[in-house]
């Protein structure tokens, strides 16, 4: 490149049109350099340099970024590898926030007033009194057949509550089946 940019100042300076300012200086280095490296990299050999130059370069980054992690290893401080995890765990931990705060903002957007009114709305139309009442005919029932069956035992034994095992713990223990132990016959008997 440089035996073309002197080539070519020489012309100009043998026909009469010298470089009058660095601007034009500067034009004539740069087209004697383009025109240079396009006939080197058409070449065979520009290639094949190039990649060599480029497989180095990666190699000393890749040995570099190898010492370094085991530099910071030994000084107990985070290395590359486990601050880009860090950094990728975080992104994650964002976008996972932001997907959160989208379906809040949606959900509070969302009308729920006119579901609870009509949940509302189905409870006040069951039928809760005529349930109770039923319910109640059902336990006077129960408890007129338990009095009736009780009557020949004693007095209020077939009553709900009052002749309840819980409510008389005597009651139940009397009731529990009871098992004998065979004493240990004693050698000299």
């Known amino acids: 490149a440089l035996d073309l940019i002197h080539k070519r100042l020489l012309e100009r300076g043998a026909s009469d049109k010298p470089v009058h300012s660095l601007k034009e200086l500067y034009s004539l280095m740069v087209d004697c350099g383009e025109e240079a490296f396009g006939e080197l990299a058409i070449s065979q050999d520009y290639p094949r340099a190039n990649s060599r130059l480029i497989n180095a370069m990666m190699q000393i980054k890749n040995q570099s970024k190898m010492v370094m992690e085991e530099m910071m290893t030994a000084m107990s401080m985070p290395s590359r590898t486990e601050l880009d995890t860090a950094h990728l765990n975080i992104m994650e931990l964002k976008r996972r926030v932001r997907a959160l705060e989208d379906e ?28 109770r009442s039923e319910l109640e005919k059902l336990k006077k029932q129960m408890q007129e ?26 009651r139940a223990a009397s009731r529990r089946p009871r098992t004998t132990r065979a004493k240990p016959q004693s050698e000299g008997a």
């Open 104 to 131: 809040i903002r949606t959900l509070k957007k969302k009308d729920v007033e006119p579901e609870v009114a009509a949940l509302k709305e189905n409870v006040e139309q069951l039928p809760i009194k005529e349930f």
């Open 145 to 170: 057949s338990l009095t009736d069956k009780g009557e020949g035992e004693g007095e209020g034994e077939g009553e709900l509550g009052e002749g309840d095992d819980k409510a008389d713990p005597a």
